[in-house]
């Protein structure tokens, strides 16, 4: 399946709720085994939210090594592969469940270190 | 009901001048009354107190009260043709036009409409003043859509996000400050955190703590299962590569990322809401694309 992003979200790739449009079009075919190809020609502005909910989103339920298998992506200037590959690589070490506690006592260390 | 007459000062764009306009906001913040914002001791104000000034405006009248910009009380025509060119004197009972000219315009978004707000990045802002291929003039205004989107999704403002900029052609500086007075990052981070550790030790985060955290790549107050905090990351990177300048004002906590790299401060006064104002090189040769920077 081949997806012209220009065709279902214009020529700006910026806000969530287009990349959750995209997701919602990709996410069951990929879980599928289906190859999905997303065009970008046309496509000239990129930010974050977009491809974290595009793109980021589908490495909750499917392996970066799938991911990089199955789908292709096509025509990205190098401003969206930037913005791609740093989601891609920020959604591969997301963990919902970080030891918050452990972050906190950290900070509250280096605080303590910093006023001695 | 009394009215309350602040004195604006003159205001450039250092610390201290944030401070005195952190100081302004805390004189009206919260209350019900009629203010009066008063010139008199105005002779320069730059275009960070020009967004604030307006963002602070409509926070007092959605609170209940009134604001007055006394214009008749305004001394210096080089203000005043600023105020009128930016547009920003005609949003507040003055009768003149904006046109066209080293300001970048004034403006107020109550939503997030994209296009809008791109549209004013894209040709308003940087394509207006920076020489760039079309391809990079779009990468830049992308990047700064990152601090659109962290006051929409994150501030909880419900008076809308205001921004103001300026050239500086001898300097060659180009400025874009985007004002919001919703909950403010430190603030945030707190609610945050303490959904996980024990409130009394978070309560004990400062507002450099804070701040800290929420620019390293990847750390954000959103839920809801996807990855997301890379908006900071992103426009620091950018900052650096242009030798620009990045400063944040949330709460009690400072952010400013330069050529010298990322320091995180605490404010002695703290304001309800987040500044985020950034200062790009207008010189063509800093300017390349993110794969190019070494």
Known sequence: ???????????????????????????????????????????????????????????????EDELRRLLIIENLNESGSLVVDRVIENAAQYHGDKDYQKIVDDILEQQARESD | MTQKIIQIPTLNDSPEDFLELFKISNQVNGRFEDVRFDFTNCWFLRSNAVAFL????????????????????????????????????GNFGYNAKAWSGHSIPYREEMEPDMNEIMDYLTYSWVGKWVKVTDRLRDAI???????????????????????????????????????????????????????????????????????????ERGNTTSMGGVARGLGFDLLKEFVRVNQGKLEVYSNDGYAIIDKEGERFDNCYISFQGTVVHITLRCDEKLYRFYDEAE
Not at chain 1, 30 to 49: I, N, R
Not at chain 2, 170 to 197: C, E, M
């Open chain 2, 141 to 215: 205004s992308g990047r700064m859509w990152e601090i659109y989107s962290n006051a929409f999704e994150h501030s909880g403002t419900e008076v809308g996000v205001f921004t103001c900029g300026q050239h500086f052609r001898h300097h060659k500086d180009l400025i874009l400050t985007v004002v919001d007075f919703g909950r403010g990052i430190p603030s945030n981070v707190k609610a945050f955190l303490s959904q996980y550790v024990d409130e009394t030790r978070v309560s004990k985060l400062s507002g450099a703590d804070c701040m800290k955290w929420a620019f």
């Open chain 2, 54 to 89: 307006g963002g602070l405006a409509r926070h007092v009248e959605s609170l209940g009260g009134s604001v007055i910009f006394d214009w008749e009380t305004l001394r210096s025509n080089s203000v005043r043709a600023n105020l009128c060119q930016n547009g920003f004197a």
């Open chain 1, 1 to 63: 399946m081949k997806l012209s992003i220009k065709e279902w979200v214009g020529p700006r790739c910026i806000i969530k709720e287009d990349g959750q449009k995209i997701y919602d079009a990709i996410h069951g075919l990929l879980k599928s085994g289906e190859t999905v190809t997303l065009d970008f020609d046309g496509v000239s502005q990129f930010a974050s939210p977009f491809f974290n909910f595009a793109i980021g989103q589908l490495l909750n339920d499917i392996s």
